[in-house]
């Protein structure tokens, strides 16, 4: 089947419908928020600042809920770009990925993030490119390159269709998850 589906050209629209990112940055710092003193809030971490905040404000809920937010806030905001390339020499198609705040597992819902009718033949390919917005710079996640084959694959899933990507990308951007579907005539 994968033979044949690479054997011709496909009209396809791709979406990018997931990734998976890695806790922490490749050098091990947290991606925002409360950094320097704090250092990443693991559950220890959490579990001293919720103490620390309870005992200053005199209610241990209060602190709790403050080191919830605060862990959450060190997530980073994933947004960039799927740039698609055909084998034919065409230019190459670019859409924008929204921002999915706060998320180490980033979710777009089909149409956010979708390159339409773009034409998927052997030697195709397909660039994720996602960065960490933040409000002074942006911290680069990751940018890797799926192959026609890898595409062709999920053009023959029912769903979306996950692949590894963690050794392109320093191990910060672990997988992402995408749908190709044929296109709308």
Do not use: Y
């Amino acid at each position: 089947m994968l033979l044949l589906l690479l054997g011709c050209a496909h009209s396809v629209d791709i979406t990018l419908t997931a990734a998976d990112l890695a806790p922490t940055m490749a050098n091990a710092a947290p991606w925002d928020g409360p950094q320097g003193v704090l250092g990443v809030l693991d559950e220890k971490g959490k579990a001293s600042l919720a103490a620390a905040l309870g005992s200053v404000v005199g209610n241990a809920a209060v602190g709790e809920a403050v080191a919830g937010v605060a862990s959450s806030l060190q997530q980073p905001d994933a947004g960039g770009e799927l740039s698609f390339t055909s084998a034919d020499g065409e230019p190459a198609v670019t859409v924008v990925v929204p921002t999915a705040s706060d998320s180490l597992a980033p979710r777009w819902v089909p149409g956010l993030a979708t390159l339409k009718a773009v034409s998927l033949r052997p030697g195709s390919k397909l660039r994720v490119l996602l960065v960490d917005k933040d409000i002074d710079s942006d911290d680069p996640i990751g940018s890797v390159v799926l192959t026609s084959a890898q595409l062709a694959a999920a053009l023959g899933t029912d769903g979306a269709f996950t692949v590894d990507t963690s050794r392109q990308s320093s191990g910060q951007l672990l997988s992402v998850s995408i749908l190709v579907v044929p296109a709308p005539k």
